[in-house]
């Protein structure tokens, strides 16, 4: 039930103004005793020439009202409805009940194609913590839009071109016999990438031989060729298991390689619109608002990340046609980004230039505000994370839950869940603080609180012992607490609604928070089994659709749902 649209469609009939307009005017009243909707009259007061008093009392009178719309109320230059609290109660658990998984879905992205550029690791170097968030929120990002029904492409950007790669690929040349492939060939592999930067350093003559590792690979040498390409199989294999747990998803592993041949037609649109001027010995594009100008061959003649960006945008273009384009990066590469929207502008590309938008998002810092990525001088890879939240899980539910089955998947479950709750907390433009004790609290605004509620609804639901009966009496739901639970429940679709607009999937995760707390509020207040058979029904049945709230938003930010824990 949409009141809102229910209320306009009553104003509309009285009033020469449309209905979708009168819609965007309604507001929520700061209190409740002021009812539940509220509609201000100022601005009809221009065009009626009346006071905004006035027209309320006009409109109150004349507003019929039903089983849904009970009452109205005139306050100042407002008029206030109030709402049926057992027909609102009802319609909204019984949609939820009905939906179940699909609550919140939505067609509102119908027919849009949306691409998503995330994740985007840089091969041979291991899996860092820096990938964590572009990770996880373009992760959270993709399964939002496609539960709004857009066409969602998921795009891995792999760094698999360059210098990072060639210095691997020297250094597994020069030094391969003295590290064991077998176990974990990615960790040998990033060891060599360590010490081939380290050793840079102190020798930077062997910077050379990366370089003509370079040379090789560009002109196709069979065995360099060879060796890069199983560096990839390698680094992608590893980067599977994390997105394993993290449960994204990509369409495209297309990575910088992949527009080796494609950026000569970059170069010639530029060329043949004049835009390429020489600069210091490069070829740039110049740019406006005194922004520094966008490199497209740097002054030793190669091509450069940005002009593999711009190829890789035409790309998207020919095959995707997309409505939208994010880049989920960190927000060092904002200046990168807007040069090359500006770039795909001054192509041609207006209407795709404007629909490029980077999603940028803070670091990540450790209790102390210190930025984190490496300890003791090695990087700390994503999978040392996953694996040390998933041990001290393990040990917390051995603590408080001995007894539980399964308790190494409930583990995962709660581990992962943890980190990515974590850094979808907050607006993600701040600073994620990364402090265990925090991520790991099951008392705190985290995951495993909000897992943990969810299992509470599903232990409730079992104790009871009983189905629920389908003749629910929803006027047992009318206290304040259950109405403040139903009424959480019911902006679950305008929150998903709302993180895709914003780019911002911490709304979904803030959301939750805020239900479970009310959910915790109305269950320390009221006893859920109880003599009453009738209100127990009623309270299961909400405590079923607080459930299946906080399921469906776990599962788009990445986070699973054991049913014990
Ligand atoms: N590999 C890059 C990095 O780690 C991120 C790539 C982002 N995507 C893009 N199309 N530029 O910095």
Not at 83 to 101: C, G, H, M, R
Not at 246 to 261: H, L, M, R, T, V
Request: hydrophobic share 35%; aromatic share 10%.
């Amino acid at each position: 039930m949409d009141y809102k649209k229910k209320i306009a469609e009553k104003i509309a009939q009285l009033v020469d103004i449309n209905e979708n307009e009168l819609r965007e005017y309604i507001e929520i009243p700061p209190n409740k005793d002021m009812g539940d909707y509220s509609f201000p009259c100022f601005r009809l007061a221009k065009v009626m020439k009346k006071s905004p008093q006035v027209i309320a009392e006009e409109l109150k009178s004349q507003i019929k009202l039903d089983d849904i719309i009970e009452k109205t109320d005139v306050a100042g230059g407002y008029l206030n409805f109030f709402i049926n609290k057992t027909s609102f109660v009802e319609n909204t658990l019984k949609e939820i009940a009905k939906k179940e998984n699909d609550y919140g879905k939505s067609e509102i992205g119908k027919g849009q194609t949306i691409v998503i550029d995330y994740s985007a690791p840089n091969i041979a170097k291991p899996f860092h913590v820096g990938h964590l968030r572009s990770t996880v929120i373009g992760g959270a990002l993709y399964k939002i839009y496609q539960y709004l029904g857009y066409h969602v492409i998921g795009i891995n950007h792999l760094g698999d071109w360059g210098m990072g790669v060639c210095k691997t690929i020297a250094g597994y040349e020069m030094w391969k016999e003295e590290y064991d492939f077998s176990i974990s060939p990615i960790n040998a592999i990033a060891k060599i990438y360590a010490r081939f930067n380290k050793e840079e350093k102190e020798n930077p003559s062997i910077t050379d031989k990366a370089r003509n590792a370079l040379q090789r690979l560009e002109a196709g040498d069979e065995e360099t060729v060879k060796l890069w390409k199983w560096i990839i199989s390698i680094s992608i294999e590893s980067y599977n298991k994390i997105y394993d747990l993290i449960g994204c998803k990509f369409d495209s592993y297309n990575g910088e390689a992949f527009y080796n041949d494609k950026m000569d037609r970059v170069i010639k649109i530029l060329e043949d619109k004049n835009l390429l001027v020489e600069s210091e010995g490069a070829k740039v594009v110049m740019m406006p608002d005194n922004m520094p100008p966008c490199i497209i061959i740097t002054s030793a003649g190669t091509t450069i990340y940005a002009t593999r960006d711009l190829a890789a945008l035409l790309y998207r273009i020919d095959n995707y046609h997309f409505d939208k384009a994010l880049y989920v990066v960190g927000g060092e590469q904002s200046l990168h980004f807007k040069q090359v929207f500006k770039t795909l502008e001054l192509m041609g590309y207006e209407k795709y230039a404007k629909n490029c938008v980077h999603i940028p998002f803070g670091l990540i810092l450790n209790e102390n505000g210190e930025k984190i990525g490496s300890r003791k001088g090695t990087p700390i890879t994503l999978e040392e994370i996953f694996n040390e939240a998933i041990e001290k899980s393990l040990q917390i539910i051995e603590e408080k839950n001995s007894e539980l089955e399964n308790k190494e998947e409930v583990a995962k479950k709660v581990g992962v869940g943890a980190i990515i709750f974590n850094d979808l907390a907050n607006n993600r433009i701040k600073d994620e603080i990364f402090d265990w004790k925090q991520i790991l609290n099951f008392a705190g605004e985290t995951g495993p609180y909000m897992q943990y509620t969810y299992v509470r609804t599903q232990s409730i639901l079992r104790n009871a012992n009983c189905e629920i009966d389908s003749n629910v009496d929803y006027s047992k739901l009318l206290d304040d607490e259950a109405i403040d639970v139903v009424k959480k429940l019911k902006e679950f679709p305008n929150i998903i609604i709302a993180s895709a607009d914003k780019n911002e999937p911490s709304l979904i995760s803030r959301y939750l928070i805020d239900l479970a707390q009310s959910f915790s509020r109305f269950y320390n207040e009221h006893h859920i089994i109880c003599e009453d058979k009738n209100t127990q029904n009623a309270r299961l049945m909400l405590t079923k659709a607080v459930g299946i709230t906080i399921k469906n938003g776990l599962n788009i930010l990445g986070i699973e749902t054991p049913e014990k824990m």
